[in-house]
């Protein structure tokens, strides 16, 4: 370092108060008495000789000695504290070599040097804090994905095998897709001396609280005396709102919880010559050979709610099969997305029209379109539930 960038660092670092007064000094104390000490000593005409030399010098040097009297009081430190500031905009945030001596009285810059030093010490701790809280949130995430991904795989593991399906139809789909991965919607086939029960099943809840319901729905499924609902959907339904209940202890207003599902139970004898359907807030759909469908509806009551009374029923419907007829059970994920120009529920009159325009492909090409009329109609918007459609020709 020079001896002139020394001096000039020195000078910078005196307090612009003192720069001031000594300018003062200079221009308003020192000038008047070397003048009249001159006045003793010199001629009338040599300090007026004197007097018009100092002021064209003053004027000659004015803007150079206002150049560098405005750097040494103000532009150094400036300069200097612009340079720090950037440093810390491209991520250095402790440019300082040492900690700044404490401001004195009244020097700002100095004081605003100081804090420039702090503030950056405090910004680097709370990064290097965020730093390890966003590590943490990453190694939560990641366990928590893992932990997701394996509860997946204990929900399929619950699912009856695909294999059952293509034994009891020759042409079917089966479209199951969870909104979080894992979630609430659920199928149980079953089947008896006399035929195959099949149920679609939409359970509280989304994600992992909704894939627990689906555990719990499935192994009281399992648990159904058999004998006492074979060939009756309505009251195998009516069996497990109690079964729900009484797992629960949802029998009044005061219980602790409030869960259950909504479903589609059809039954299939072993002549396949007609289909029994049972609804709880689900609707059956059919098309048929000449072009037209139909929606039969279940009962609108869910089946082990607080507000489902225990005695609840349920209805049958029986639905003699013909030549070219396809069946459609499926939970309400589909018909309530929203999406379209006019972000409404997709609805059943557009699923209808949908299956009808459909229904002369095989159900693997109409699985495949009935997907992609899915995701272009949902377009942009949030996904809102878990989706399962079953559609089978018997």
């Known amino acids: 370092m020079s001896l ?8 910078a670092d005196i307090s612009i108060r003192t720069k001031i007064k000594i300018i003062l000094f200079l221009g308003l104390i020192l000038f008047p008495i070397v003048t009249l000490l001159l006045n003793d000593s010199l001629t009338q005409r040599e300090l007026s000789n004197f007097i018009a030399a100092w002021t064209a010098v003053s004027l000659l040097l004015f803007l150079p000695i206002t150049k560098g009297a405005l750097h040494i009081l103000v532009l150094r430190s400036v ?6 500031c950037e440093q810390m905009k491209e991520g ?3 440019p300082f070599a ?11 810059l100095q004081r605003l040097r100081h804090n420039m030093f702090w503030m950056g010490h405090v910004i680097h701790s709370r990064q290097q804090e965020l730093a ?3 590590a943490d949130l990453k190694n ?11 509860a997946s795989l204990i929900q399929r593991a619950f699912l009856p095998a695909r294999e059952e399906l293509n034994q009891l139809f020759t042409d079917h789909f089966l479209y199951w897709s969870q909104r979080d991965t894992v979630g609430g919607d659920s199928y149980w086939f079953k089947t008896t001396p006399s035929g195959t029960f099949i149920a679609i099943i939409d359970c509280t809840g989304h994600g992992v609280p909704g894939a627990f319901m689906t555990l719990i729905i499935h192994s009281l499924f399992e648990r159904l005396d058999m004998k006492a609902v074979d060939g009756d959907p309505a009251a195998l339904v009516s069996m497990m709102n109690n079964a729900i209940k009484n797992a629960l202890e949802q029998h009044d207003k005061g219980a602790a919880s409030d869960e259950g599902m909504d479903c589609s139970v059809c039954f299939i004898p072993t002549d396949k010559k007609a289909v029994r359907f049972a609804g709880a807030g689900n609707s059956l759909f059919l098309t048929f050979a000449d072009g ?22 349920y209805t049958n419907h029986d639905i003699s099969l013909h030549q070219g007829m396809r069946l459609y059970m499926l ?3 589909l018909i309530d997305q929203i999406g379209g120009e006019k972000h409404l529920p997709f609805g059943k009159k557009r699923l209808m029209e949908l299956l009808q325009q459909t229904a002369h492909h095989d159900c693997a090409t109409q699985q495949q379109k009935l997907e992609q009329a899915f995701i272009d109609y949902k377009g942009i918007q949030a996904r809102r539930d878990d989706v399962t459609v079953l559609g089978f020709t018997v």
């Open 292 to 313: 037209t469908s139909k929606e039969i509806k279940g009962d609108r009551r869910g089946v082990g709610y607080v507000r489902t009374a225990s005695a609840a029923t």
């Open 132 to 134: 390890t809280a966003m």
């Open 140 to 150: 939560a995430q990641t366990q928590m994905v893992s932990s997701i991904e394996y």
């Open 331 to 333: 939970t309400d994920g």
């Open 4 to 11: 002139t960038t020394r001096t000039l660092d020195t000078l």
């Open 98 to 108: 040492t900690l700044p001596p404490e401001p004195k009285e009244g020097d700002e």
């Open 79 to 84: 300069h200097y504290l612009n340079g720090l």
């Open 92 to 94: 250095n945030l402790r």
